[in-house]
């Protein structure tokens, strides 16, 4: 039961990723709206991004509750993703599917109460202030623990203050964490905000180089 369940908690990390990146942000199409198999989900979820980043990470939202359509549309869609794993889990492992129906309650949870405590969330989820905050919102994809932003390469942290005790993103004992910590380092470094954004510059600049080149050559 315990390891299915913990099984289950890694799966609900991963699929928190990939559908916050493919479904809620959708994927860049060049002169083109943005793709996503959910289009409502992900209209809703630009507008929860453009509310939090006028309020200082607050959204209006999760006050007005079932009053709010994207509050509700998050709540159905995690209904609907609780049901469709709870049920594909349940025949082989119940831990994995009371792990899909806590993981969706978790989210929810965890969500909300961010995005009703700023405060609360710099210290609990500073990943997703990260997420919201800075210049790229596309990094940074898990919401309840930042577990495969650190296996993917996409944990970037913003400021010193806004970096988590270690990557299972858990109040641990602090020689644990360290341990932890160093060995994240070795094998899943985190991207610091500064460094990337000064590598997006320089990507720009070989590109208009490139151009240049092909342009003195023709
Ligand atoms: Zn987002
Ligand atoms: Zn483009
Ligand atoms: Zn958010």
Known sequence: MWKGFLAGLVVANGFEWFAHKYVLHGVHRPGQSRYSPVPESMRSHWEHHRVVRKTEFSDFGYVEGLDNWRTRNEIASLAVVATVFGLSFYPFSKGMSLAALYGAGNYYYLHRRAHLEPEWAKKKLPWHYDHHMNSNQD?????????????????????????????????????????LNRWAEQYFPVKSADASSKMTKNTAK???MKQLNTQVME
């Not at 970037?156 to 005790?165: F, G, N, P």
Request: glycine share 4%; aromatic share 10%.
């Open 139 to 179: 990094a940074n994809w898990c919401v309840t623990k930042p577990w495969f932003d650190y296996l993917l390469g996409t944990r970037v942290i913003s400021s010193a203050d806004l970096q988590e005790q270690n990557p299972l993103g858990l109040s641990l004992p602090a020689p644990i964490s360290k341990k």
């Open 206 to 208: 070989n590109t208009v």
